[in-house]
């Protein structure tokens, strides 16, 4: 037993114990959570087989199927963050040679057309200005050009604060024979979201912006038009972790083993469901649409101006012009550094050109508002 | 604002808060956790690109590579299960039509075989009983006949409780110019592994087993040769989420933002990883064997018979043939719900004839010895 190879100490590093500092974060996600998801987190864990375990797993399918107003049987949680649910969705369903047409208006509309294109798809891009949204006549231009299997979505742009319209568009991809796969990472939870009435049939999402937990376990549906489609594949699914074929049958009634559930991750997410489900989502969303109303209006204040039309802007996620000759950075910087306060820059196109202030969850509250702009009028004053 | 969709609360269910029983987790993992684990977990986060987690990032490359025992650049903590960072060996180095050999004596064999299989590869298997190891002339053999440019073989199968020696399989693998990859989720933590002084090019492992944390955040590291594949790539890995060319931007120094770190489980992971750096992996790997033989003694002493000879038996788990006549299935059944213990059965080919007994991490104390034995020694005698 006793080894003969020398043990190297080079990186036993010899360290305290964990001690991070106390932000609030006001960026894109995460967000801070509920004290109660806190507690659910350190919970001892029990096995991914475990009959307690099983029923908390159906709890989560219909606490999602309530957040989402869905009845899609394959509703779960993927054991990784919403990139992993956003590549779940595209793998299930694209097969080599499928053409998917993305809409691209933002950094997540480019992602997806990256991911897409690693399935073998032949992948389109429906292209607009990072700030803007789609008509559906553009949609049905792009349909009626490229004739996709999937047409994918970005519901809620995290890059750019808008939100993409969505009703009708179900209507066009019937007519047009297509999915309809929709990006929902800072939609759900805090502005209004119907799957089914919408008729969207693939959707992923993530736990920590609207539904107020830490990430690492994402929220993913799909209806039974794309499950159709996963059932008559050619080809296997392209991505063993992700297969939805293996994993319906550890969420479903099977309860056959795939991999070992992210325990902790499930009790949090479960328990920020259960706070969604307490507090409705029509209060939900009138919450989070209240609390950005009173940001919008003193960011006016501040004489900053909002990236996108107040029509489109989402209440979750609002993008911030930085002034003219206002280093961004420095400013997001000392707000970390004095404040603890976290906003976040601009991603791709708007890198340098705007700042992101997310109001998420359990952080969507009038206190932090409040906070948010004073720190920012102090800061900027101070130049 | 206001939605002229009705919200329906079918699945608003209103349930009570999270209430899971207390487990005493003796089976393949999730084992217990240290109490600094747990708290660990439930630490308010801070953002994926905040200062203070890209030097908890850096803490944990580090004590990965003491836990590993590497000096491999690139090790990191993959966002998903073990299964996700098993993905990510394959998917980083295989491409289309690469020769890919799995050594298979158990059910995680199987899995590198789909696995590879969906990265396209040619995979070849070289087989064994389940409860056996390979022989380093077994595995010349195999190198010499298939010229794979990949080998990939499992340190420790958690289906059959075996540990393959794995001294001397590098230098054949140099030899026939092949990588050398190895799963070691049931051995990291628990059993002497040395990646550099043993050759091996890729590794991944899982959080909740010897390294006593929850499921979540895996254990992910490359030798620079295997990098070099990585980097003479001529397609695009087939897997955006767990494409190292990406993710080494966020874990380098680069940091480029990929996805949302799952802040908590690398909390957690951080933590479990300091408590193996403060009792050292000496002290950890003698803990582990010294706590299964007197499983293996107390075992004995019940006329339960081990699956697999000491010389290659697994101190982190061991496999028990069930004896003639007794319902497997519900013996641990009743431990469950009796002792709220938890074991586990076989699978695959071992399914319905052993019970899977882990001694892991937190867990590995002789206290949870006396109490597994007494336990099943009660269960049995009842019959």
């Not at 969507?364 to 004053?381: D, F, H, K, Y």
């Amino acid at each position: 037993m006793v080894s003969t190879i020398p043990i190297s100490d080079r990186y036993r590093l010899k360290t305290s114990q964990l001690d991070m500092p106390p932000r609030l974060l006001l960026g894109p996600g995460p967000a801070n959570v509920h004290p109660r998801v806190l507690a659910a987190m350190s919970t001892p864990p029990v096995g991914h087989l475990d009959p307690s375990f099983l029923t908390l797993m159906n709890e989560i399918q219909d606490l999602l199927r309530y957040a989402w107003q869905t009845d899609n049987e394959l509703t779960i949680a993927v054991s990784g963050t919403g990139s992993a649910a956003m590549e779940a969705t595209l793998a299930n369903v694209i097969e080599p040679e499928d053409v998917v047409l993305v809409g691209v208006k933002g950094y997540f509309g480019h992602r997806l057309v990256d991911m897409a294109s690693r399935y073998r798809a032949k992948v389109h891009k429906l292209m607009k200005p990072w700030g803007e949204v789609f008509s559906l006549e553009e949609i049905k231009t792009g349909l009626e050009k490229h004739r996709p299997a999937v047409l994918a979505l970005v519901h809620a742009e995290t890059s750019t604060g808008v939100r993409q319209p969505l009703e009708g568009i179900a209507e066009l991809c019937r007519q047009y024979d297509c999915l309809l796969l929709v990006d929902t990472v800072t939609s759900l939870g805090g502005i209004p979201l119907f799957i089914d009435a919408w008729g969207i049939d693939l959707a992923y999402s993530c736990s920590q912006k609207g539904l107020g937990c830490p990430p690492g376990a994402s929220p993913f549906t799909m209806s039974s038009r794309a499950v159709d489609k996963l059932h008559s594949r050619r080809t296997p699914v392209a991505n063993w972790y992700l297969d939805m074929g293996l994993l319906t049958k550890y969420w479903g009634e099977e309860r056959v083993y795939h991999h070992t559930a992210p325990i902790n991750m499930n009790y949090g997410l479960c328990e920020a469901l259960r706070l969604v489900a307490e507090e409705g989502l029509e209060q939900r969303w009138q919450r989070h649409q209240a609390n950005a109303e009173l940001l919008w209006r003193g960011l006016e204040e501040l004489k900053l101006v909002s990236h996108v039309d107040q029509e489109f802007r989402l209440p979750t996620l609002t993008t911030v012009r930085i002034p003219e000759g206002v280093d961004g950075k420095a400013v997001a910087r000392k707000l970390l550094d004095e404040y603890n306060l976290e906003i976040a820059g601009g991603l791709g196109e708007l890198a340098g050109k705007v700042w992101r202030i997310g109001l998420m969850g359990y952080n969507s509250r009038p206190e932090n508002v409040l906070l948010v702009l004073e720190a920012l009028a102090q800061v900027l004053s101070r130049r």
